[in-house]
Nanobody, 124 residues
């Protein structure tokens, strides 16, 4: 059974940093593309960034490029390092997994497994 569990969310002041974690289980980690998405109240879930199953490449939404970084370790965990956060980064953040994909996956419709989400609130 595949499980994704996000953690690390919370309240942070604008300009500060936060690191989100996504612990995965029940999957063949090295072949899973991973993505981060976020959803603010009343808005659609939007792409934040992704890392290839191979770990060789990443991609980011323009709104977070240069501020957020995705990485993965050898213990089945993916991270989203958030620096220089802004109030508009406030949202519920979700991680997602796409099996058997060594490449980047940018479309949320292609992801098969999702975490429960973690709230990030940025105060001004």
């Amino acid at each position: 059974q595949v499980q994704l569990v996000e953690s690390g969310g919370g309240l942070v002041q604008a300009g500060g940093s936060l690191r989100l974690s996504c612990a995965t289980s029940g999957i063949t980690y090295s072949t899973y593309a991973m993505g981060w998405f976020r959803q603010a109240p009343g808005k659609e879930r939007q792409f934040v960034g992704a890392i290839a199953g191979s770990g060789a490449s990443t991609s980011y939404a323009d709104s977070v490029k240069g501020r957020f970084t995705i990485s993965r370790d050898t213990k089945n965990t993916v991270y989203l390092q958030m620096n220089s956060v802004k109030p508009e980064d406030t949202a519920v953040y979700y991680c997602a997994a796409k099996p058997r994909s060594p490449f980047l996956v940018l479309s949320k419709s292609l992801y098969e497994y999702w975490g429960q989400g973690t709230q990030v609130t940025v105060s001004s």
